[in-house]
Every structure is written in C-alpha cells, then in structure tokens.
C-alpha cells in the first residue's frame, strides 16, 4: 500500500510505503514518475518506508527495471526510514547511484522535513 505525499509538486516526487506494494501499484507509481519526468525531464524522489512495508519480487524487478532504464532521469533520492539495515543498503547504494549522477541519501523518520528541504533543493 502507498500514498502519494501531498507536498509532492514540480519535480518532486513524495511517497510513502505502508504495507506490501504489489506490481498493480509499482505500475502506478512508474507511471507516475514518467509522467512528470515527461513534464520536467529530471526528477527527485522521496520514500517514506513504514515498519510494515514490503514489495512483492515481481514489483521489486519491475522496479529495478525501470531504475536502470531511467538513471539519467533521476536527480535526488530520499529514503526516509528508522530502519538501521535499510540506512546501510542506502549508504552503500548511494556510492553506485553517485556514479551515474544520482545523489541518494538517507534520513530517520524524525528528519522528514530536512529530507523534503534536501529534495526540493
């Protein structure tokens, strides 16, 4: 399950995860971001992963799909989670989205605001 964030505007893309995300919802959601990647060319993401969220493999592989297919698209990155291995997997992907010019960052749920200013900027 997952929400559109109301301050998502621009090239700002807010979401956040509450429960398991199914492939019916990643196409949702990919179709979203090639929409305003249509309309602004580069776009940010924030996530906000919930303790119960989860994504199903066929969702996980569309995703990672379509990532790889759309880097060059890609500005900023937030991962917004209390999950201490979750902060970890981000810190070590954010070296390998560093090189194709993505910037990707992790914030604890309690720096949400600091995480919206980061993306917006």
Known sequence: MYEILPRSQGPVLGVEITGKIGIDQEKEL????EELIEDHGKISVLVVIG???????????????????????MN????????????????VDA????????Q?????????????????S
């Open 30 to 33: 990919i179709a979203k971001a």
């Open 51 to 73: 303790a119960h969220a989860g994504v199903s493999l066929e969702a996980a592989a569309a995703d990672i799909k379509w990532v790889l297919a759309n880097m060059q698209h």
């Open 76 to 91: 900023k990155v937030a991962i917004v989670t209390d999950s201490k291995l979750l902060a970890a997997l981000v810190a």
């Open 95 to 102: 070296t390998f989205a560093k090189m194709v010019g993505i």
């Open 104 to 120: 990707e960052k992790h914030f604890d749920k309690d720096e949400i605001d600091i995480a919206w200013h980061w993306v917006e």
